[in-house]
């Protein structure tokens, strides 16, 4: 670790702008340390800037570690103290009636959760009224506009004394600072041999006539997908997961495939404008569990995969720790 | 048993799809013992899938890449291909889809690209449906294995048919024969190999299962569990009680 005078506070800096990063400034801040943050100017370089935003802790406990629920149920409480526009509304699991029995399975796999039956699942959302037999509902998830987070989170940094700079960071300027904080997700592969990256595709859509108060998730065996409520009319609807870090376009086949959940949730969406389809690569390590991996001064956040929003906070805190304390609260040291 | 002049321990063949994750997915396979585990290079191959190939070649076992999501001979085909260059080897489980709600195989593609791959040098497993004119036209098209199935993929209905796939068992009784698909219990895999099948693919029931690894374990010990029935001569089914005690003062054939 390297020598801090007494009552200075640690000079540190962030590599990227993303979730991780942004959180991890913000926390760092908040405990103390002098932050500058190193940014590409292009919000859609981000995986961040594509992601649902929903913070389901519970849901995502059905095909993820337990870890990621009992870590992730914080961050609720965490954006809802840094962005105002965080929304606990709960969140809705329906199955087309074909495919029932992936409710069942994820009801069993899953805590926290209601059954609802056609009234139960029309009485939270009206315009879903007599389209599902049956529901699960999560009452204690929230969701947030990714977008929105990340800009109020930017926008909060130069008041909290934080340097903003375009661009990378070189050897020299590194030196400069007590630690670096690798946050840059898929671009800090080179760095990381066993992160791969994990496509997402997404669309953005806008649909006057339905009106959904809370994330909804549309389970199917081959293609579990979600629809989101952005407000006004707007829905982001996500998201495809292909072990490939191409970089391409949406591809057709994912196009059909999320409009058609859409669309199976509810008719209108035949309707509705495409805003928007966009795609990016979630980094991931082989259990898709975020780390915090400490090199000397460089400390790497990495590893979000699908939990960025979810799970940032808990490894911000832990960075902090090291940064500040010496020590990882879960076990190691810097 | 023994494919295209491979030896192989285990009668397992594991898919690696739909897992929690790659460690999950790499326990499992240890916990099956399976040799071999199926790729699909359609969706993940579409360039840049180096970083999950990487970890599929890391597992340390032989690698039967697949053309999962292929409806055409040419996509199937061009799969092939990229397949052979991405893993190094000329086997392919060879699919082409005729029904997107079945996943149903579309026999008489299936039965071109055979033969369009096996004069090109793949080693070819065709996922075909158990008809008995079918898998005599891909023995014929190159094949020298024939995976019929036991059910639609992912549907874990267990053997849907087994009449099918017994008479196709008596009519090859020298190509090896594998359960490909359709498996959702260890009584399933069970079941196939107590028909004297060869070995057992899936994938869906150990990835899906609350806990893989377990699964991945059970259903290693049911495939053993059958070959070793199947091997030992089982007892014919009778209608009548047999007691295992003999019986003094009875007449021997009742009335």
């Known amino acids: ?306 939990h960025g929003f979810l799970l940032s906070p808990w490894l911000a805190q832990r960075a902090a720790a090291l940064v500040l304390d010496g020590a990882d609260p879960e076990g190691g040291t810097a | 048993m023994r494919v295209y002049n491979t030896e192989l321990g285990s009668r397992l063949l594991l898919g690696t799809a739909q897992y929690p994750s790659p460690t999950v997915l790499a326990e499992a396979v240890r916990a099956s013992g399976a040799e071999v585990v199926t790729v699909s290079l359609r969706r993940e191959g579409a360039g840049g899938g180096e970083g999950f190939w990487r970890l599929i070649r890391d597992l340390g076992v032989r690698v039967l890449p697949n053309t999962a999501g292929c409806h055409t001979v040419k996509e199937a085909v061009t799969t092939a291909q990229m397949a052979r260059e991405v893993f190094g080897t000329p086997w392919i489980k060879l699919e082409v889809i005729g029904d997107d709600d079945t996943l149903q195989p579309e026999v008489f593609g299936l039965v071109d690209a055979a033969r369009i791959l096996s004069a090109e040098g793949f080693q070819v497993f065709p996922y075909t449906t158990a008809d008995l004119v079918v898998a005599g036209r891909l023995l014929e098209a190159g094949c020298q294995v024939l995976m019929p199935w036991g059910a639609p993929i992912g549907s874990g209905r267990g053997l849907n048919n087994p009449y099918a796939l017994r008479s196709l068992r008596a009519h090859f009784p020298d190509v090896p024969l594998v359960v490909d698909a359709g498996i959702g219990l260890p009584s399933h895999a069970a079941q196939a190999m107590e028909l004297g099948y060869d070995a057992v693919l899936l994938n869906t029931a150990v990835a899906r299962a609350g806990d893989p690894v377990r699964m991945a374990a059970a259903m290693a010990r049911a495939v053993e569990a059958g070959r070793l029935a199947f091997e030992a001569d089982p007892m014919e089914a009778r209608d009548m009680a047999a007691p295992s005690t003999p019986v003094l003062g009875l007449p021997v054939f009742g009335a």
């Open chain 1, 1 to 306: 670790m390297p020598f801090i005078a007494a009552g200075r506070s640690p000079r540190v800096l962030v590599l990227g702008a993303g979730v991780t990063g942004l959180v991890a400034a913000t926390v760092l801040t908040g405990r103390g340390a002098a932050v500058t943050v190193r940014f590409r100017p292009e919000a859609a370089s981000r995986a961040s800037h594509f992601a649902g935003g929903m913070l389901a802790p519970w849901c995502e406990a059905a095909d993820a570690s337990a870890l990621v629920a009992e870590r992730g149920a914080a961050a609720i409480g965490w954006w809802r103290e840094h962005f105002p526009g965080t929304c606990r509304a709960g969140s809705l699991v329906l199955a087309p009636p074909r495919d029932q029995a992936e409710l069942h399975r994820f009801a069993r796999r899953t805590t926290a959760h209601e059954t609802l039956d056609t009234e139960g699942v029309a009485a939270l959302e009206p315009d879903l009224a007599g389209r599902f037999r049956q529901g699960l509902f999560f009452a204690g998830e929230a969701h947030l506009d990714p977008r929105a987070a990340l800009a109020a989170l930017a926008a909060d940094l130069p008041a909290r004394g934080v340097v903003l700079r375009e661009g990378e960071a070189d050897e020299a300027e590194q030196e400069g600072f007590d630690h670096v904080l690798d946050c840059r997700g898929h671009a800090a592969a080179p760095d990381w041999p066993s992160l791969r990256g994990v496509r997402g595709e997404m669309l953005v859509l806008r649909c006057p006539e339905v009106a959904l108060r809370r994330p909804v998730r549309l389970l199917h065996p081959r293609i579990p997908l979600y629809v989101v409520p952005r407000g006004e009319g707007v829905f982001m609807v996500g998201a495809t997961m292909v072990e490939s870090s191409d970089r391409r376009a949406v591809t057709a086949r994912a196009a059909m495939e999320l409009l058609n959940a859409a669309y199976a949730l509810h008719p209108a969406f035949a309707e509705a404008e495409i805003l928007e389809a966009g795609s990016n690569i979630r980094p991931a390590l082989p259990d898709n569990l975020p780390q915090l991996r400490a090199e000397g001064r460089v400390l790497r956040l990495n590893g979000m995969y699908r």
